[in-house]
Structures are given as C-alpha cells and as structure tokens.
DNA sequence: CTTCTTGTTCCATTATTTGGAACGTGATTT
DNA sequence: AAATCACGTTCCAAATAATGGAACAAGAAG
C-alpha cells in the first residue's frame, strides 16, 4: 500500500482523511483564504491537481452554491456559506449564553467586547458588542486570528495544563505581525505562565498596532471547549492603567458565562 | 453540443450530479435547517442512508468542521462555516459597492435598510444598515426568506421576463405567514405585473405581521444576477404614505448601485 | 437476565473520482 | 491569413473511495 508510509506522526494536515470532502473543502479554503479572486488557473497552480479533475471539483462546488465564478471567471467564496453560517451562529447555544454577559462588560467599560473560540492555533470570533456608533458590523464576527498574539487566544491557550499545551503548539510559526508580537514558542510559553498566575491575558499591540486588549479564560470542565472573553481598543484610551483595573471585571464576566454554561448545558443526557 | 438536449425542464431537484459532495450538503442543511440539535436517530430517519453510511458521512463532514458534535451527542452547523462566510461577505463586491448607498438611504429614512440577492425562489441577506439602537448586529445578514413575500425578493422577480419568471416559480408553494401573504401564483403574478409598472415592490406585513417595507430591483444587464435593496420597519411608522414618499428614494438607491456597478465590474476582461 | 435502542466498526461490492489526452475557442504572434 | 499559444472544457478506461449489510458494543428499559 502507498498509504502513509511509515506512520508519520505528522497529521498536520488537516483531515486528509475525509476523502473526497477533504480534497474538496481544501478547494473551497483556497479560494476564500486567498486575497484576491483567482482564476481557475491560478488555483491550478496551486492545487497539485490535473486540469480536468480540478475542473470537475470547482463545478461540483459551484454546483452547490459553496463557490461562486464571476463574470471575469473568477472563484469566490459562495452566499450559501453565508446562509449556512448564519442559522450555526443564530443557534449556537454557547454565544446565545455569553451575549448577555458581553453586553454588561461593554456597558461597564464602554469599549468593544469579543467572544472568540480556540479552534486549533486560531481564534474565531463568535460575537462581539461595540458601544455608540457601531463602525462596521458583522466585520470581526467569523474572522479567524492566530491565538499567540491575541487576548482571547492567549486567555484560551492558558487554560491547557503543559502537555496539551505543547501538543496544540507544536510546529506552531510565529509571525511579527509588529514589534511588540511573541517572537518564539519560549515567548509565549512565558507569557501564558503570567497569564495562568493572573487569570488574564494582556496584549499590548501584539496583533496591531495601536490596539490593546484584557481577556480572561472561558473553558469547559473537560476542557474539550476553549474559550475567551475580551475588552479591546485603542491604546491611548487603554492605557495599561485600564486595563489593570478592568481586569476583574474581564475575569467577573468569564466566571459568569462559565457559571451559565455549567447550570444551561452541563446537565447532560 | 449536447448542451441542453431537450431542454428537459426537470433539474429542479438541488445539484443530484454533484456526486458525494451533493450527499453530504443535503446532510449539513438537514442539520443547520432544522430548528432543534439532531441526534444521529434524527438524522437517520430523516435521511434515507443505511446506518453505517450515514455514520461515516457525519464523521468526515464533523472532521472538516462543517458540523460540530456537542456533549449530548446532537450535531450542529460547525463554525467552520462562520469562519468561511465572514471571508465570503467581506470580500463580497457586490455587497462592497452597494454600501455606502445603503448608507445614505438609512440616513434619509431614519429606518433599516438592507440588501438582498435572489437564489432560487429565496432571498439571501447579504447586508443590513441600521439607525440608533442596533437591536441585535448580524441577526438578518445571511438569512434566506422567501422571494415571494418578502419586499427585495418581490423586487428582484420583478426583473425576470414572463418566461423566466414562470420557470423560476414552478411548482413554488405558498406558506400563508400572515393574512396578507400571497396564496397563489396567480396573485404573485399580478403583483409582479403592478411592480414592473411601478419600478419598486411593497411589502405590506405580507411575511411578518406588523412589518412594512418598500423595495427596488437590482439586475445586472445580463440578469445574471438579481438582487434589491429595501427600507423596512414597523407598520406603525412606517405608514403607506410613508412607503410612497421613500419608493422614489429606494429607486434612486437601487439605480446608483446598479451604475456604480457597471463602472467598477462592468469592464469585463 | 433479557431485550431494545443507539451508536460504531468491518469489508466485499459498487459507484464515483481520477488523470491523461484530445478538443474548442479566442487572443496574440508570425 | 495562418500558426501559435493560453485557457477552459469534455471524455473515458483505470484507480479509488463510497456504499450497505451485517456484526459488534454499550446502555437503558422491561
């Protein structure tokens, strides 16, 4: 057999063992993590895939509304992705018992409060409530961010004992996003002790320049979900002041939905 | 050619020749569509899969986060699919362009705007624009509602000739949501005809009791793409006179997204 | 203890995907 | 105008992955 010789203990490629779904859904990653619309060429280039196998491929995709082909022949990320993503966030029941607790934290601190998940190495941001004049909506909602240099990543990865830590880092890149980001496994190793001995996570323009966050730790019992809860804005408003004194208050809002969580969901059947 | 030999009209059952791509998105719709977390019995009854085939799908779909499995053993839409969907309406052009106008018809009417593309017999929200207090971001962004009683989908259908129109309704149902729903295709119709005669499209609490709105077709030249953008709010502000007074404002919106749409894609390469 | 119900695994059979090559088509060059 | 090229699309035998029935666990109910 030509499977996979010699038990690589890689696996880090994601789900190569879902089939057809898999080389699929690399497809439709493709195309909607790339920047600008691609052609089908480019994806061509990129996919090592015959020409008339990836051509099928993009069809089905097509086919079924999760890719779209403009008028210049371009691939693009398809609105059905939308209407399904739609009923997993109007349903998701984890957000629905978090929401009201955001809304206090922003109330109390006026600045713009994040929900995020740990999925893998990334954040995904669940929700998030802003204060007066909402910028742009939707916007963060979905977007996918490295855990090492944000608030909420970090508070999520500091809820993971060693081992589990260094299993979900392994072969982990970091990327200098600016000059205050996390340079090196060791970097962040020491930052999540701080973090575990605080009970919070600090990031001071890790991510972007300009921008500041407190986060706390929002975890499962089995610790099979990880979470966390931000207050996030511009520096000169978060000044390392606030953000020392909203930390309790960060951590107030974690223990909260954890509490709901436990009494909502933790009956199980 | 064997293009489209016949011209067989069937085709209406959803993507059947998409292999097992087309299998396993019924399955993730079976789960985002339905109301309640499904347990593996819920799925199984209701698709019509042998037991271990069933199983195995799920678990490649769970593997590539399109569905997720919580504690009770229910399946859920995964947030894989939020993670996709925010990349899919950011980098949206369509939604891009239209903005600033949906903007400026909010400032104008005090009330929420939206934008909404047509699939199918269904409207999808791709954006939504509110005044003060907004009640609850994303909520309407990605959900899909009926064409036929919904303003902007009324709109969009507007824009189809009669052979279009009829092709695109066939064998359409009409659920009754309020006392003003449309009960027939023949009523559909007739409203149709008054909205190409008037360029834009009520909505008289046809889908939702106490909500008005007025809406305008958008079309690409090729009607390729068919789509419209509305002003809707309660019934008690938003009174019939109302709804003249703000159609030619909707018009004027739709006819400067569709300019401003020539001029940025319109150049086709 | 026995009998259901629910979920999971296995593997020969079957259907789908694959990949190479050939075919169109329009743009660019000779 | 003819020849060449870049880009998509279609076809079909061969390779591969999906299928479905049955057997296997593990609880819950009788």
């Given amino acids: 057999m030509n499977s996979r010789q010699g038990d690589d203990m890689r696996e880090i490629r994601r789900g190569r063992e879902t089939g057809t779904l898999g080389k699929l859904m690399t497809l439709v990653d493709l195309v909607a993590l790339s920047d600008r619309p691609m052609r089908f060429t480019d994806i061509l280039s990129l996919s090592d895939q015959p020409r008339g196998t990836l051509h099928r491929q993009l069809s089905h995709l ?7 082909i403009d008028r210049d022949g371009c691939y693009l990320p398809g609105i059905r992705l939308l209407s399904l993503a739609s009923r997993s966030w109007a349903r998701n029941e984890f957000r629905t018992v978090a929401e009201p607790h955001l809304r206090l ?3 109390q601190t006026g600045e713009t409060v ?8 990334e954040v995904i941001y669940l929700d998030k ?3 007066r004049q909402s910028v742009r909506m939707y916007s963060q909602i979905g977007n ?9 990543g970090k508070a999520a990865l500091s809820a993971l004992d060693d081992t589990s ?9 970091f990327h200098a996003y600016t000059e205050h980001t996390h340079r090196s496994l060791a970097d962040l190793r020491a930052d999540i002790e701080a973090i575990r001995r ?6 001071r323009e890790e991510h972007e320049s300009g921008i500041c966050c407190v986060a706390a730790p929002i975890y499962s019992d089995d610790n099979d979900m990880l979470a966390g809860v931000s207050v996030t804005g511009p520096a000169y408003r978060v000044t390392p002041g606030k953000l ?5 208050l960060v951590k107030a809002a974690a223990a909260a939905i954890m509490q709901d969580m436990h009494s909502r969901l933790g009956p199980r059947r």
């Fill in 62 to 68: 097509v086919e079924e509304g999760l890719l779209e």
């Fill in 105 to 107: 934290l922003q109330a």
């Fill in 114 to 121: 994040h929900l995020g998940v740990l999925r893998g190495t």
């Fill in 129 to 131: 409530v802003e204060g």
């Fill in 144 to 152: 996918a961010s490295p855990a090492y240099c944000t608030g909420v």
């Fill in 165 to 173: 830590f260094g299993a979900r880092v392994a072969g982990l890149e």
């Fill in 198 to 203: 605080r009970g919070c996570a600090f990031d």
């Fill in 244 to 248: 020392e004194e909203w930390a309790p």
